[in-house]
């Protein structure tokens, strides 16, 4: 079986988008938890199984394409399931009395704290994943009620390109799935099964 070790280009650029009119894709869906491995077995809509050990560093992003066939039309692409992202806009702190600005910090800080969210500070807005129901979250920040502070709920897939691999494991960490299903009965494959 052909193990997968490149990325050959990317469905959303031009040149592919071209290439691919009227090929037959096979989608490798991906939480954004396991697009950040290195090494990987994935299974195309089709059923068909991707054994996947990228080069080092590499980052697997929505559109990118592993593998392609011209003569055959048909090409295999990774499209990503990204949930929503709560973006907390904490620009209106800068403006504000250094005291307060701290506190009102120190607050949000807290009450994301105590509902063990994962979160990262990226320039002036905080960012959430969303792991528990929209309602909830919304609930939260409605509680607190910050003075002075929007926060909005934008598509992880419009985020997560902004950001180093290293912010995407730490913001979507607590979103694995084995963090949300422990007993979830199912088997697990390794890459090695396949090599």
Do not use: C
Request: hydrophobic letters at 35%; a negative charge; zero cysteines.
């Amino acid at each position: 079986m052909e193990v997968y070790t490149k990325i050959l280009g990317n469905s959303h650029s031009p040149e592919w988008h071209k290439r691919l009119e009227g090929a037959t894709i096979d989608y490798i869906e991906l939480d954004q938890w396991n697009a950040q491995k290195r090494r990987l077995l994935a299974v195309g809509t089709s059923g068909r199984a991707y054994p996947m050990a990228l080069e080092r560093g590499t980052r697997l992003s929505d559109g990118d394409i592993i593998a392609y066939n011209k003569e055959q039309g048909s090409a295999s692409v990774v499209r990503l399931k990204l949930g929503e992202i709560l973006i907390i806009d904490l620009s209106s702190l800068l403006r504000r009395p250094v005291e307060e600005a701290v506190a009102t910090a120190i607050e949000i800080g807290h009450a994301i704290g105590n509902q063990h969210w994962a979160a990262i500070l990226r320039g002036e807005s905080l960012l959430v994943p969303l792991t528990v129901d929209r309602k909830v979250m919304l609930g939260v920040m409605r509680t607190y009620n910050f003075e002075g502070i929007s926060f909005s709920f934008r598509p992880g897939r419009e985020v997560v390109p902004y950001l180093s691999p290293s912010e995407v494991r730490s913001l979507f960490g607590s979103t694995a799935p084995d963090n949300h299903h422990p007993q979830h009965p199912h088997t697990h494959h390794s890459i090695d099964d396949y090599v």
